[in-house]
């Protein structure tokens, strides 16, 4: 997943802040998805491995299995979770309450464990962000 950006300014921490364009939309809804409503340019700070001057175009890209994991984590766990928790609600009443409990008690228990790795793991994705001027 790439995005390109442009230098806006440089801190003297390594990091820099980038100006990203407004996305394009996509043929996909005909424009009346969310990406289509966000218009705004949007500033972010990132890490940079090289000293860059304002006014540079870069390249952002987030490699492919740090995407992978991040989507592993925000589909398949609360998949598992709620599939867990419903196979453990039958299991141990056998009624269909207790599945529908069991399955909401699985995604509970997901959402809370959540909110405590939630700043570790936007941290690590950071990490793993690269920033490459373009040529």
């Known amino acids: 997943m790439t995005a390109s950006a ?3 300014a ?7 802040d980038l ?3 407004p996305a394009r939309s996509c043929a996909g809804c005909a424009g009346t998805c969310l990406w289509k409503r966000l218009q705004n340019a949007r500033i972010d700070r ?4 090289a000293a860059l001057e304002p006014g540079t175009e870069v390249s952002v890209a987030i490699p492919a299995r740090r995407l992978l994991v991040a989507s592993a984590l925000l ?4 998949l598992v979770a709620i599939l867990a928790g419903a196979a453990t609600g039958w299991g141990l009443t056998g009624t269909d309450a ?5 399955g909401l008690g699985g995604v509970a228990i997901v959402l809370a464990g ?9 941290r690590a994705t ?3 962000i690269e920033v490459v001027q373009k040529a």
């Open 6 to 8: 442009v230098v806006v």
């Open 10 to 16: 440089a801190r003297s921490d390594g990091r820099v």
């Open 19 to 21: 100006e990203f364009a």
């Open 46 to 49: 990132l890490p940079v491995a």
């Open 75 to 78: 589909y398949g766990l609360p």
């Open 98 to 102: 207790g599945t529908l409990i069991g």
């Open 114 to 122: 959540f909110g405590l790795v939630r700043g570790r793991l936007e």
């Open 126 to 128: 950071l990490a793993g």
